[in-house]
């Protein structure tokens, strides 16, 4: 047997052994008394565990540079999809779990969203750039707002996503 296959057969079954035992954690956990209460309860224990806004805004933080250098690189369909990425954490995740940054996303959905989608299918990088300079700017003012104006975004210089690699 080819050497390549017994150790891509082993890894397989390492990967799903994990993934059972993980399920049976979860399950044990829950049997002995994790998730109890009525159905709000379980909920508000399901909600606590929820990433905080900071990992999500790292999330957003790495599809912001992809879009970037999707964009430049002239591979649109990926710039779309990260943009369409940024707008489901910002709407359907952090709008849901995190109600009292609502307003503040709303703005900035507003602000940058159409500038930027109109942008990239226009296919045009010189007037990306400048919806990605708008971009960034709502951005900051968005820090602004939330007290955070420490966290400062730069134009990204390099790209660390393997679909872009050597994009700069």
Not at 79 to 87: K, N, S, T, V
Not at 103 to 126: C, G, Q, T, V
Not at 161 to 167: I, Q, Y
Request: with cysteine; net charge positive.
């Amino acid at each position: 047997m080819n050497k390549k296959v017994l150790l891509f057969g082993i890894c397989i079954g390492l990967v799903v052994g994990l993934m059972i035992g993980s399920f049976g954690t979860i399950a044990v956990n829950a049997a002995n008394g994790w998730l109890t209460g009525s159905v709000e309860e379980k909920l508000d224990k399901l909600a606590s565990i929820q990433p905080g806004y900071g990992i999500m805004m790292q999330q957003i933080g790495l599809r912001y540079n992809d879009l970037y250098f999707s964009a430049k690189s002239g591979n649109w369909g990926f710039a779309e999809h990260q943009a369409d990425e940024i707008q489901v954490i910002l709407k359907d995740i952090l709008m849901v779990t995190k109600p009292k940054r609502n307003e503040d996303a709303k703005k900035f959905l507003a602000a940058s969203y159409p500038m930027i989608l109109d942008a990239i299918k226009k296919e045009k990088f010189p007037e990306f750039e400048k919806a990605f300079e708008t971009l960034r700017n709502n951005c900051m003012n968005c820090h602004i707002s939330q007290k955070v104006e420490f966290v400062k975004l730069k134009k990204p210089v390099m790209s660390a996503s393997p679909v872009l690699a050597g994009v700069k």
